[in-house]
């Protein structure tokens, strides 16, 4: 296991990590995605949550029965970074 460094710094309200780009390559994560968070002996454990892409999530919604009517009450989920306006 390759140890690298975090660094803890303010951001508004929030605190922020940084990861090093070594970390993001090898996890291939990308602005936008989340990282779930869990505090487990002592340690911080983040793993990427993982969700289907909007396409496999649409075909999802009409195969469980779903019809256009419905889209307004569907839970999509939060927008990632590329959805955001």
Known sequence: M????AY???S???HAVT???SVIKSLNLK??????QE???GQIILKK??????????NQFFEQGGNYDDYETHQWGEAS???KW
Do not use: A, M
Request: net charge negative.
């Open 49 to 58: 949550e993982n969700h289907q892409s909007f396409s496999e999530e649409w």
């Open 8 to 10: 803890i710094f303010k």
């Open 81 to 83: 970074e590329r959805e």
């Open 12 to 14: 508004g309200q929030d």
């Open 39 to 41: 505090i487990v002996d």
């Open 31 to 36: 602005p936008g995605d989340v990282l779930v």
């Open 19 to 21: 990861l090093s780009e």
């Open 2 to 5: 390759t140890e690298n460094r």
